[in-house]
Antibody, heavy 117, light 112 residues
């Protein structure tokens, strides 16, 4: 079964940092672009960042540029999102998703990040 | 950024009856390579999104054939031929033709 499992969320103070992880299984992880998509409480979906298969291309939504960093380890079938200088408006469920920009064919269950003092 | 506008936001739906959701983009979604990167996602309560339809009208594996997608350019539609109880949730359209990828605001499907 193809699966993405995100982890690493939690409560963090404004200005703090957090690292999210996403473990992939059931498909050839190294063959795919991967993305992070977030969903603020009760709100819609917002693409956050993506990375190509070998990790050399990475892109971010303007609001997180310079604060978030996406990375991957193909040997561990894992995707990561290092988040720093967190703000209240970053509070959301963060989903990892298979795909770069044309579409997102598989989604993980998401991990909740709450930025609050 | 391309703005995706869905309507209606919360249609009245009856079990066994058809339902339709529209999505309009602020720019044509026809890519220079001839493809149209427009997708529909379903998010059931408490679950992550799931892709239903890709490139306008292609159903994903396991998606019931009561779901169909159509449209072109800037106007797209998701139709459910006969709504079932398991169809409750929020439906999102998404474009992947222009950078960055953007989603509609979501349409909540509740059974009357």
């Amino acid at each position: 079964e193809m699966q993405l499992v995100a982890s690493g969320g939690g409560l963090v103070q404004p200005g703090g940092s957090l690292r999210l992880s996403c473990a992939a299984s059931g498909f050839s992880f190294s063959n795919y672009w991967m993305s992070w998509v977030r969903q603020a409480p009760g709100k819609g979906l917002e693409w956050v960042a993506n990375m190509n298969q070998d990790g050399r291309q990475k892109y971010y939504v303007d609001s997180v540029e310079g604060r978030f960093s996406i990375s991957r380890d193909n040997g561990k079938n894992s995707l990561y999102l290092q988040m720093s200088s967190l703000r209240a408006e970053d509070t959301a469920v963060y989903h990892c998703a298979r795909g770069g920009s044309h579409d997102f064919s598989l989604w993980g269950q998401g991990t909740l990040v709450t930025v609050s003092s | 950024d391309v703005v995706m506008t869905q309507s209606p936001l919360s249609p009245p739906v009856t079990l066994g009856q058809p339902a339709s959701i529209s999505c309009r983009s602020s720019q044509s979604l026809l890519h220079s390579n001839g493809n149209t990167y427009f997708n529909w996602f379903q998010q059931r309560p408490g679950q992550s999104p799931r892709r239903l339809i890709y490139e306008v009208s292609n159903r994903d594996s396991g998606v019931p054939d009561r779901f169909s997608g159509s449209g072109s350019g800037t106007d797209f539609t998701l139709k459910i031929s006969k709504v079932e109880a398991e169809d409750v949730g929020v439906y999102y359209c998404m474009q992947g033709t222009h950078w960055p990828p953007t989603f509609g605001q979501g349409t909540r499907l509740d059974i009357k």
